[in-house]
């Protein structure tokens, strides 16, 4: 269980910088999430944490130790890859053992860690097979079984998920989160899916061209959003947004709508976020709508309003049915909502 | 734990592509470049003899050393190469040879083309009944020594009253050529969306409508390297051409070789390199401008399938 | 554009014969030109034909008369030679030029230009160059020997038992290049990600290449295989060229010899069950190289 600092490090390739004097401490223990639209750098970053990339600028510590110039196989570190990178020719046994081996580790030791990793992933019965024999699930867990036998302090994890269909990605997510548990190691992991993210995460780590937008917990990261950018790219439906003003009492005023704030806030032009399950469809709300697209997921419905030319999503649960053009009546829930600045796109 | 001294460089690109790295001027980077050097000298050596022996006069050539430049330039070995040895019964030069060349090339790269884009067409895209066997057949043939195939057809072309002539050796190069033209045109329409075919058909197209309208428009890439591959293997046959073309019509190469294994007297050697560069300059010229294409052909023709 | 819906009568040719008329050329090809040949000469290696084609059956004759042939015994024995180290040679260089590219050198592109390009030359005028660079006194050795080996001489052209190694030389010079070519791009087609992992695991790089990389280019060595093979068995114009199959016949090789016999010493029999015997090693190749690729990509279900 080690721990993983970064310190004001920078990456550039091929003349662009990357990443720029970024700060973040992994505590020990802890499953951090880098999560990001593609080309925000989170891969980049893993990659340098790794060693497989060289950084500009800064230090990489791990343990305590200065691990920035250090060789990946130096580092005390696992690595599982998006498209697994099992040596197709050699044997699920082979995989696990190939790097044990080329280190130089006494027969025993190998035998010991790759029956103990077998035993927790329950791949016992897939030792003899060839990779080109195994279902992508399958591969997956071999691919974290070829980290685990390092018995490394660190585990990174590069998209381990992306390439299967839904239903085995939240198998494995699972699955992943019950490793995690059960092992107690540090995890560092990579993703641009918000559910991976939110559900697997003690913290996200939630980045965009090159820069960290916000560190938080899940709910931190979902609830009080550091800017516009966290709060549009966690949650789907997307948090609706609604360009307006605060006035000197608190209210926010838009076209449409108009809504009494609860917290202190500067007044000016601002941009209110609110998520679809905190507009609530009532008979006697304050603001009135109109249906234009009803979404049936199963169980909750997603209701596109239109309010006064402004275009918001509300979830519902319960069976009652909408139809589109039907006019009805909502209200927004303040306690749950948050303010961007205008220009900036900060929290306020 | 390792210590280096260097400060890291801009290493590799992306994550999608990590080669092991390497630090600039380690004793390793620098054995390959001496092996890659040393490689590349070994590989132009003879082009750069050729070039040089044919450049010399004879006195030079017996004198000197074989790697040494010219003393004293001269284009005459060049001018007597194209004009005035002596290629079995007239002493022309080996133009001849040149025109015979190019008159057997166009019409066996052009017919070949032509008839293996059809095959690849009928093949990728109508899949007949057992057409995949004949085409394996058709491929299993490429591999067949030519020795085996050379006195029937001989005797067949005889018996047409062609043996000897121009179309003679260029049904020969259209028999040999089509396997790999055929396996060219194939893959390429095999990687062609399968849904434009359907399309087509929907718009009321027949077979050969789809072909000139759909197919052919978009095959410009591969038509090119098939060219460049059939221009060059044409080029450069000595056993068909010899064999087939008749007297009237011997191609360059077959020429070339008469002009240097059948000298009597003296040997003109830098006439003799004069004329083999001659006789290389086209395919090498092709190559040397259309490289990419090139390598493109060999990939796609040599992996078979 | 609405049409009548109306019972339409079918066209002059159906759609569905057109694609059998258009493949005609190709089954004519392969059923005359190729089958047909085939068939001819095997059964005329079992005649007595010698100027012309004979119809008088005599067994297997030819065969016997051809082992006994002590031309086609050294033409066998030097293909055999011959084919082992120019397939070796070829692997091997051509598998190192492609390592040593994929090593982010610069000048990349200029390197394969210079080590592909030889195969864009005839195997005549690569036979004539390399004949001209291997002649003793004025070739090559002259060159050694004035830089200081006086006495250096360089004679394996008209050496009997090395002019078959010249052969080797020239068409090995040729053809490393295309292996190259092939084998880089096998060497690209290689998940990125391997390496990552390899160096994760510490792995140093030629045990990588050795231990990984090379059991996952088995595709495409076996290609290439079969590509030299091939042209082994083809050998010809460049014998031609370097040694006319001399000294003497010392660097014979079975197509020449067939070809000789064809047509300067019109022993028609006897050169068709050469040319059958030739067929031998091809088919060999060829059987467990289709069978393979047929049982492959029948697991992975293409059409």
Redesign the interface.
Known sequence: MSNVHLRKLSI????KPIIRELDLNVEPGEFLVLLGPSGCGK??L??SI?G?????AGSIEIDG?D????????RG???V??????????TVKDNMS??LK??GTPKAEIARRVGRAAEMLQLDALLSRKPAQLSGGQRQRVAIG?ALV?EAGVFLF?EPLSNLDAKLRAELRRELKLLHARLGSTMIYVTHDQVEAMTLATRIVVMEKGAVQQIGTPADVYERPANRFVAGFLGAPAMNFIDGEIDLHQRFSARGLALALRQPVPAGAATLGVRPEHVRIEADGPLAGAVTLVEPMGNHQVLWLDCGGQVLSAIVHGPDVYTAGQALRFGIDAARVSLFDAASGGRL | MMAQTTLATPAVQAPAVARPRRRRFTPARIGIYVFLFGAALFFLLPLYVMAVTSLKGMDEIRAGSILALPGAWTVEPWRQAWSEVCTGASCEGIRGGFWNSVRITLPSTILPILIGAVNGYALSFWRPRGANILFGVLLGGAFIPVQVMIYPLVRLLAGAGIFGSLPAIVLVHLVFGMPVMTLLFRNYYASLPQELFHAARIDGGGFWRIFLHVVLPLSTPIIVVAAIMQVTGVWNDYILGLVFAGRDNLPMTVQLNNVINTTTGTRLYNVNMAATILTALVPLALYFFSGRWFVRGIAAGAVKG | MSRPIRAVRVRSLTPAVKPYLALLPMALTVIVAYLGTMAWTLRTSFTASRTFASDKFIGLAQYERLFDNERWMLSLHNLALYGVLFILACLVIGFLLAVFIDQNVSGEGVLRTVFLYPYAMSFVATGLVWQWLLTPGTGIDGTIAALGFPGFVFDWIVDQDMAIYTIVIATVWQSAGLVMALMLAGLRGIDADIWKAARLDGIPVWRVYLSIILPMLWPTIATVFLLLATSVVKLFDAVVAMTQGGPGTASEVPAKFIMDHLFLRSNIGLASAGAIMLLVPVVALLAPYAYARSRRSRARGHA
């Open positions: 550039t390739l091929g003349g891969s980049t893993l990659h790794a497989l990339i060289d950084a500009s130790q691990m920035t110039l250090a060789d990946p196989s130096e570190i696992g690595m890859f998006q498209s697994y990178a099992l040596y197709p020719t050699m190939f790097g080329m280190a070829r390092r590069d």
